[in-house]
């Protein structure tokens, strides 16, 4: 009889994000190199409705586009926070075959295993927030996984399994002005977090450093997988013509005529001063802007909403803006791009950087945080606080065909060290270093 394959168990706190995140990227990229490595994958979610006996419901509750909030219920919400700081349970869920998954989101992960507890996220940060404890999560029943990878910091762990940590960065103590947490709270979490956790694991290099200096971590306690991505196979692989076809049909934009950047629309992107800097460099390519507002100031809004669907009469038109795309549209508008612009004020690893070069396409970058690690010599690297650098970077890659087609060739060489493979490499590594292994 064949040894059963080790049982790793990945959180879906991001993966059940309907729109995604570049952790919830991360937790699919995740589960595909563990389902290679020959481990038997699972999946926790938290849902809002509770865990029945009724198979249709649980999965239901597992695949439910998100419910609108009501009034609090403030006796229940906060009773059920106390409880929650002394453990919380996850029961299996079987799924109903009958149930179809939507495409938006992550979907329906490739896994062996789903379990469920309700709410489990929210009442865990709740619980973190109000009483700085860490909820500890049990798994109803013997098939239980050896291992619980929680794929970014969270005031979690699983008792009785090795509990990994994913470090993506550490933005909220090293850029403080660019989010909203409180960032007591997080460092709280953050330390808890390092206690508790077996191994921890960092996206990029810099991160790891930062990891160790910030939160003094041993150095032999946190390894750098990076990342590797997955992307749309029909709109990666189909040919330049037909994409070429699909951009002019779908987008009205010409093929390699535009630039593109994408991500969310947050202090830490550098958006203000990348529509600076294009506005100002007097290309007549388009700029495309892919992405939902996460939170903006009033001038960084004002201006991307001024030069926006033609709303400047000078110069109607000449930056387009998306909320959302779908996977397979936005990977075909990062092939038809001339260049991607991403000049981010910091990264902890930087996804677009990877996928443009994937895909063939320019990139303009940063020098900051990990994006050099991710670009090497493979794109144009500016200071994302200067404005006039970012301009002739633009107006550099709009004269230069040469440029564009050195950086093309570069990219996907460069894009080749964070291939699937080398992931899952990295990944057994660090598995083996807390005694898991698989015969695969």
């Known amino acids: 009889m064949n040894k059963q394959a080790p049982s790793i168990c990945v959180d879906g706190f991001n993966l059940a994000i309907p729109k995604g995140s570049g952790i919830a990227t991360y937790g699919r990229n995740l589960i595909s190199g563990l389902n290679g490595l020959g481990f038997e994958t699972q999946v926790l979610y938290g849902p809002q409705a509770p865990v029945t006996r009724n198979s249709h419901l649980n999965t239901i509750a597992l695949t439910d586009a998100p419910t609108p909030k009501g009034p609090p219920e403030k006796v229940r919400r906060w009773a059920k926070t106390i409880s929650t700081r002394f453990g919380r349970l996850a029961r299996p869920v079987m799924l109903n075959p009958?149930?179809?998954?939507?495409?938006?989101?992550?979907?329906?992960?490739?896994?062996?295993?789903?379990?469920?507890?309700?709410?489990?996220?929210?009442?865990?940060?709740?619980?973190?927030?109000?009483?700085?404890?860490n909820t500890p999560v049990r798994f109803s029943g013997p098939a239980r996984p050896d291992v619980v990878h929680w794929t970014c910091p969270m005031p979690l762990n699983a008792p009785g399994c090795i509990n990994l940590y994913t470090f993506h960065d550490l933005i909220p103590l090293l850029l403080p002005h660019s989010t909203t947490e409180d960032k007591?709270?997080?460092?709280?979490?953050?330390?808890?977090?390092?206690?508790?956790?077996?191994?921890?694991l960092a996206v990029s290099e810099k991160t790891r450093q930062d990891v160790i200096r910030l939160l003094g971590v041993a150095e032999d306690r946190i390894t750098?997988?990076?990342?590797?991505?997955?992307?749309?196979?029909?709109?990666?692989?189909?040919?330049?013509?037909?994409?070429?076809?699909?951009?002019?049909?779908?987008?009205d934009l010409g093929w390699k005529d535009y630039f593109l950047?994408?991500?969310?629309?947050?202090?830490?992107?550098?958006?203000?001063?990348?529509?600076?800097?294009?506005?100002?460099?007097?290309?007549?390519?388009?700029?495309?802007?892919?992405?939902?507002?996460?939170?903006?100031?009033?001038?960084?809004?004002?201006?991307?909403?001024s030069v926006v669907d033609g709303q400047n009469r000078l110069r109607p038109g000449r930056i387009r803006k998306f909320d959302f795309l779908s996977?397979?549209?936005?990977?075909?508008?990062?092939?038809?791009?001339?260049?991607?612009?991403?000049?981010?004020?910091?990264?902890?690893?930087?996804?677009?950087?990877?996928?443009?070069?994937?895909?063939?396409?320019?990139?303009?970058t940063s020098t900051a945080g990990s994006l050099p690690e991710v670009a090497g010599d493979a794109a144009v690297q500016v200071d994302p606080y200067d404005v006039a650098a970012i301009r002739q970077a633009i107006a550099g890659l709009d004269r230069d065909d040469d440029l564009v087609t050195e950086l093309s060739v570069k990219g996907r060489l460069q894009a080749g060290r964070f291939s699937p493979g080398e992931h899952g490499r990295r990944l057994s590594d660090v598995y083996a270093k807390v005694g898991i292994t698989s015969d695969a």
């Open 98 to 133: 009958d149930i179809i998954w939507a495409d938006a989101g992550s979907g329906k992960p490739a896994v062996d295993r789903f379990w469920a507890s309700q709410k489990l996220y929210d009442y865990a940060f709740r619980a973190q927030r109000a009483y700085g404890s």
């Open 261 to 305: 950047y994408y991500g969310a629309l947050e202090p830490k992107k550098n958006v203000a001063r990348l529509v600076e800097a294009y506005l100002s460099s007097g290309v007549t390519r388009p700029l495309i802007i892919v992405g939902g507002r996460s939170w903006l100031d009033g001038g960084e809004a004002a201006l991307i909403a």
């Open 224 to 251: 750098t997988t990076w990342q590797s991505v997955s992307l749309p196979q029909e709109a990666a692989s189909e040919s330049d013509d037909a994409a070429a076809s699909y951009i002019e049909g779908v987008f």
């Open 184 to 200: 007591q709270a997080y460092m709280a979490m953050c330390q808890s977090v390092v206690a508790k956790a077996d191994h921890l």
């Open 327 to 364: 996977g397979p549209m936005l990977t075909r508008l990062i092939r038809g791009a001339r260049a991607t612009l991403f000049p981010s004020l910091y990264e902890g690893f930087g996804l677009p950087v990877l996928e443009s070069m994937l895909l063939g396409t320019a990139v303009l």
